[in-house]
């Protein structure tokens, strides 16, 4: 430490979603973003004091928390499903009167940090990845040099441009500030899963997906060493975690590095671990399918989407129905189970002209996903209503078309001229029950997976 660096007290948080969120995917998994951060930042700064408020804490404790520890700066991260409670957060925290820098970063404040500078009492948004962002904000708060030029980021009197992507991201998240009783996944075979990232960033550009953080800069695609990763998943082990769900968007981007990354982690010899992963239905062979299920990959899960290929292909999915099925028998043959994604109403733009996934194409998804949880080609599913979700490009099409809607029954998605809400309803309720009934015969669920289809039920009841 130098005399100049001031000791800083730094506040991460996630806005408090409180118990009664449990059973909802928040409480799955600490805040990757926020503890990569921390574990970047502290092994380049000293005299900082790192905490983090997690996201399972009730409003009072959350508040109750940033009032002891009076923090230097308050960092919250969060979403744009998650805009309206960070807002009643930040508003909150800042009539505690207390003097902080509050800076928010993550997906909602990386797609639209103007709505965060002029509807709350934040000082900074960062934009993309915060590791290098942030650390030299704290290296200039603590030397006492001006911080409103600082790449990556935006305040209320300018932008300052975007931050290339890191170009060396062999680092693993601040686990030691994690106590893995506290979370839970809805579908595991052990108590405790820690998800792990392999690979920053996406190489598809899905119409519906808002995944503007990986976006700003090339190249998108980062991929860790498979050494890093056997290391991480040492140190997992170490902790008492015997479940590990390789959580990047999509596991097989590139199939060799995939190999390696399952030696380097088989040549550890841990006894008794189990993996999930996520997988794109078009690059599997059977030579990763075998090497995932030595590994002890038990389930594997697929943004299958649709069974159409006028959907697949409007949607930019890059993926065929073909692709699907064949990726799905693969799976089969290796005894690896498949929890598999489904998409209704989606809508996209030919030549100009709005499209939509229609009532037909809609009962086609629901038969298949049928047929298939019978047939044992997939053992778990989920489905959602197309939103359309700032920072994708559907957004930009749902916006052009005047088609948003957001109401009681259906939640945020699209309306459209041939097919009527009541329609749209009855699938919902089809996909309800469906999931539902699967989930409960199939009997892997934990206590979150339980509630989380109690939710869905009485969600049913209320329709
Ligand atoms: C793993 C994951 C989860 C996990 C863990 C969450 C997490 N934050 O790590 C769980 C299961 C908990 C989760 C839950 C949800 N998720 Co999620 N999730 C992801 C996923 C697949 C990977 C995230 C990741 O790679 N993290 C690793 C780090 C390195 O990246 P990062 O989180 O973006 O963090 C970096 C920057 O954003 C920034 N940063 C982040 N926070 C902060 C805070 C500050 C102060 C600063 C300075 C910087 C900063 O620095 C970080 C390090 O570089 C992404 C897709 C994707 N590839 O991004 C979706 C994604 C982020 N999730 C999404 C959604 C919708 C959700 C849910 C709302 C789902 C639901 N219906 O409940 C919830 C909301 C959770 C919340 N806290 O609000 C959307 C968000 C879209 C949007 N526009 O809001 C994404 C983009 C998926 C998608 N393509 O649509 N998710
Ligand atoms: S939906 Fe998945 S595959 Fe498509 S762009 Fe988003 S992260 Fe990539």
Same mark, same amino acid.
């Given at each position: 430490?130098?005399?100049?660096?001031?000791?800083?007290?730094?506040?991460?948080?996630?806005?408090?979603?409180? %118990?009664?969120?449990?059973?909802?995917?928040?409480?799955?998994?600490?805040?990757?973003?926020?503890?990569?951060?921390?574990?970047?930042?502290?092994?380049?700064?000293?005299?900082?004091?790192?905490?983090?408020?997690?996201?399972?804490?009730?409003?009072?404790?959350?508040?109750?928390?940033?009032?002891?520890?009076?923090?230097?700066?308050?960092?919250?991260?969060?979403?744009?499903?998650?805009?309206? !409670?960070?807002?009643?957060?930040?508003?909150?925290?800042?009539?505690?009167? !207390?003097?902080?820098?509050? @800076?928010?970063?993550?997906?909602?404040?990386?797609?639209?940090?103007?709505?965060?500078?002029?509807?709350?009492?934040?000082?900074?948004?960062?934009?993309?990845?915060?590791?290098?962002?942030?650390?030299? &904000?704290?290296?200039?708060?603590?030397?006492?040099?001006?911080?409103?030029?600082?790449?990556?980021?935006?305040?209320?009197?300018?932008?300052?441009?975007?931050?290339?992507?890191?170009?060396?991201?062999?680092?693993?998240?601040?686990?030691?500030?994690?106590?893995?009783?506290?979370?839970? @996944?809805?579908?595991?075979?052990?108590?405790?899963?820690?998800?792990?990232?392999?690979?920053?960033?996406?190489?598809?550009? #899905?119409?519906?997906?808002? +995944?503007?953080?990986?976006?700003?800069?090339?190249?998108? @695609?980062?991929?860790?060493?498979?050494?890093?990763?056997?290391?991480?998943?040492?140190?997992?082990?170490?902790?008492?975690?015997?479940?590990? *769900?390789?959580?990047?968007?999509?596991?097989?981007?590139?199939?060799?590095? #995939?190999?390696?990354?399952?030696?380097?982690?088989?040549? &550890?010899?841990?006894?008794?671990?189990?993996?999930?992963? +996520?997988?794109?239905?078009?690059?599997?062979?059977?030579?990763?399918?075998?090497? !995932? #299920?030595?590994?002890?990959?038990? &389930?594997?899960?697929?943004?299958?989407?649709?069974?159409?290929?006028?959907?697949?292909?409007?949607?930019?999915?890059?993926?065929?129905?073909?692709?699907? @099925?064949?990726?799905?028998?693969?799976?089969?043959?290796?005894?690896?189970?498949?929890?598999?994604?489904?998409?209704?109403?989606?809508?996209?733009?030919?030549?100009?002209?709005?499209?939509?996934?229609?009532?037909?194409?809609?009962?086609?998804?629901?038969?298949?996903?049928?047929?298939?949880?019978?047939?044992?080609?997939?053992? *778990?599913?989920?489905?959602?209503?197309?939103?359309?979700?700032?920072?994708?490009?559907?957004?930009?099409?749902?916006?052009?078309?005047?088609?948003?809607?957001?109401?009681?029954?259906?939640?945020? #998605? %699209?309306?459209?001229?041939?097919?009527?809400?009541?329609?749209?309803?009855?699938?919902?309720?089809?996909? %309800?029950?469906?999931?539902?009934?699967?989930?409960?015969?199939?009997? %892997?669920?934990?206590?979150?997976?339980?509630?989380?289809?109690?939710?869905?039920?009485?969600?049913? &009841? +209320?329709?």
């Amino acid at each position: 430490m130098t005399p100049l660096q001031k000791k800083l007290k730094v506040v991460f948080a996630d806005p408090p979603f409180g %118990m009664e969120f449990k059973g909802e995917a928040v409480t799955e998994s600490p805040n990757l973003g926020i503890l990569f951060i921390i574990s970047y930042a502290r092994t380049r700064l000293s005299n900082v004091e790192f905490t983090y408020l997690e996201p399972f804490l009730s409003m009072d404790e959350h508040l109750q928390k940033v009032k002891e520890i009076a923090p230097d700066v308050y960092a919250i991260s969060f979403t744009t499903l998650r805009r309206d !409670l960070s807002f009643e957060t930040i508003a909150k925290v800042k009539e505690l009167g !207390l003097p902080m820098l509050i @800076i928010a970063g993550g997906v909602h404040p990386t797609i639209d940090p103007q709505d965060i500078l002029k509807e709350t009492a934040v000082d900074i948004c960062v934009r993309g990845e915060g590791e290098e962002t942030t650390t030299e &904000l704290l290296q200039k708060i603590q030397t006492g040099q001006p911080i409103t030029d600082v790449k990556g980021t935006v305040n209320r009197q300018k932008t300052n441009g975007v931050r290339p992507l890191l170009k060396d991201i062999d680092f693993f998240p601040a686990w030691d500030l994690i106590d893995f009783e506290k979370y839970e @996944i809805a579908v595991s075979k052990k108590k405790h899963v820690a998800y792990l990232l392999p690979i920053r960033g996406c190489p598809n550009y #899905c119409t519906y997906c808002s +995944n503007p953080v990986w976006k700003l800069e090339k190249p998108w @695609i980062r991929q860790r060493s498979p050494k890093n990763i056997a290391e991480e998943v040492r140190y997992l082990y170490s902790r008492g975690l015997r479940e590990i *769900y390789l959580r990047s968007d999509t596991f097989n981007v590139d199939i060799e590095w #995939c190999l390696q990354v399952c030696d380097e982690i088989k040549n &550890l010899g841990l006894k008794g671990l189990t993996f999930q992963c +996520n997988l794109r239905a078009d690059k599997l062979t059977n030579e990763l399918a075998q090497r !995932l #299920c030595n590994l002890n990959v038990w &389930l594997v899960h697929i943004g299958l989407e649709s069974v159409n290929d006028r959907v697949l292909k409007g949607i930019g999915k890059n993926v065929t129905q073909a692709d699907n @099925i064949r990726t799905l028998n693969i799976l089969k043959k290796y005894k690896i189970k498949v929890y598999g994604f489904l998409m209704l109403y989606n809508a996209w733009e030919t030549n100009g002209k709005l499209e939509n996934e229609t009532v037909e194409e809609v009962n086609n998804t629901l038969e298949f996903a049928k047929n298939s949880l019978r047939d044992n080609l997939i053992e *778990y599913i989920s489905w959602s209503i197309t939103n359309p979700l700032i920072g994708s490009k559907l957004y930009d099409i749902a916006k052009k078309y005047d088609i948003a809607i957001h109401n009681n029954k259906l939640g945020s #998605c %699209m309306r459209f001229s041939n097919v009527t809400e009541q329609q749209m309803i009855e699938h919902v309720k089809q996909g %309800m029950i469906l999931q539902l009934l699967n989930g409960i015969q199939k009997g %892997m669920m934990t206590r979150k997976g339980q509630k989380r289809a109690a939710q869905k039920a009485t969600k049913i &009841l +209320n329709m």
